[in-house]
């Protein structure tokens, strides 16, 4: 049971920059009939989403949002120890984004850095991995980057994932402090779910060819490559409506703190009626759920900090914030801390 606790490390800032590119989801009509825009905005209150350009990056996007903390806030370049990139949509397969995102920023050739890809619950995996560096001597900030550029990895005529996925960069740096108090992680992982969302060609095990490029006609009559993500929507619901509530339940237990304690909840925007559903089943007030998906769908790890951008002006100091994500795999879990000072700046765009 992987339970953890953790004392006077936290959020000390947040960013989120996202392509100034708008795609409403009434204008799909050249791929879906209107009365199926309508029922799928109904369900998953996905009313438009941001594409990035042809040129724009997951790397991009994450570097305009560092700049903007080291521009607005107090911290400084040289005061981060380590950099983590999270993303499915790295500039490249080789190498690694976090070593030139710590050049272009100008950071120290010291600077600990790494790539990872958690999918949907990539920053709850990215602040794990930021406190457990921060209870190191010589570790003071760590910079979380969250970024996707999904778009570019679906079909638009695919009718899992051409209404649903946007693209986002965000950035959090986390610091040691008294002020942090307790926070507390409950993180899983079930990893029997392999294919309910895959992008299935273009790694090692099928390697990408001209066949591999092909649209081909799906069951439910989607066009898709299999260098495009597939996501199986009824497994994912299915799952999360299965284990998220009681991985919530769990951790409050945990930390010894009832729902209706906690001031704020932001959980992973995959569609409104899932996380209405697991805030529910939670007992969660309604109220108190965090809402992004509507101007930006399903963004995956960038989902959260991007949410809490979104939202900024709800989020008050010394706020305590529950934190609930799945993601591909499945790899789920549940945080909840405490947001002491953060500051969280206004979006950008790019």
């Not at 895959?198 to 081909?216: C, D, F, H, Q, Y």
């Not at 925007?269 to 992004?292: R, T, V």
Request: hydrophobic content about 40%; glycine content about 8%; proline content about 3%.
């Amino acid at each position: 049971m992987a339970l953890l606790k953790f004392n006077n490390i936290g959020l000390r800032a947040i960013a989120a920059t996202v392509p100034h590119k708008v795609v409403k989801t009434t204008s799909l009509t050249e791929y879906y009939s209107e009365e199926e825009i309508e029922k799928f905005i109904a369900a998953t209150g996905v009313e438009e989403r941001r594409f990035a350009d042809p040129d724009v990056c997951a790397s991009d996007l994450c570097y305009k949002a560092a700049c903007q903390i080291f521009d607005e806030t107090e911290i400084n370049r040289e005061d981060i120890d380590a950099l983590f990139f999270i993303s499915q949509s790295p500039d490249y397969k080789i190498p690694g984004t976090s070593g030139f995102l710590q050049n272009k920023l100008g950071l120290s050739k010291e600077t600990i850095v790494y790539d990872v890809n958690m999918s949907c619950s990539g920053f709850i995996h990215g602040l794990l991995m930021a406190y457990n560096f921060l209870q190191q001597p010589g570790i003071n900030n760590v910079m979380i980057m969250v970024g996707e550029t999904l778009t570019k990895m679906i079909s638009m005529q695919d009718k899992g994932t051409g209404k649903l996925l946007g693209d986002a960069g965000t950035v959090a740096v986390l610091s040691k402090g008294e002020q942090y108090g307790e926070s507390y992680f409950s993180m899983n992982t079930d990893g029997a779910h392999l294919n309910s969302v895959i992008l299935p060609a273009g790694g090692a095990r099928i390697p990408s060819s001209a066949e591999t490029m092909k649209l081909v006609e799906q069951e439910d009559g989607s066009m898709r490559s299999y260098e495009q993500i597939n996501m199986v929507g009824d497994d994912v619901f299915s799952f999360a409506i299965s284990v998220l509530p009681k991985d919530i339940k769990k951790l409050l237990a945990y930390a010894g703190k009832e729902i209706d304690e906690i001031d704020i909840y932001a959980f992973h925007q995959a569609n409104n009626f899932m996380s209405n559903y697991i805030a529910k089943k939670a007992k969660a007030n309604p109220d108190k759920i965090l809402h992004s998906i509507q101007k930006y769908g399903n963004t995956a790890g960038t989902s959260i900090p991007l949410c809490m951008v979104e939202n900024r002006e709800k989020i008050q100091p010394n706020n305590s914030v529950l934190m609930n994500a799945i993601g591909a795999g499945f790899a789920y879990g549940t945080v909840l801390l405490n947001i002491a000072d953060c500051k969280i700046l206004e979006k950008t765009e790019l």
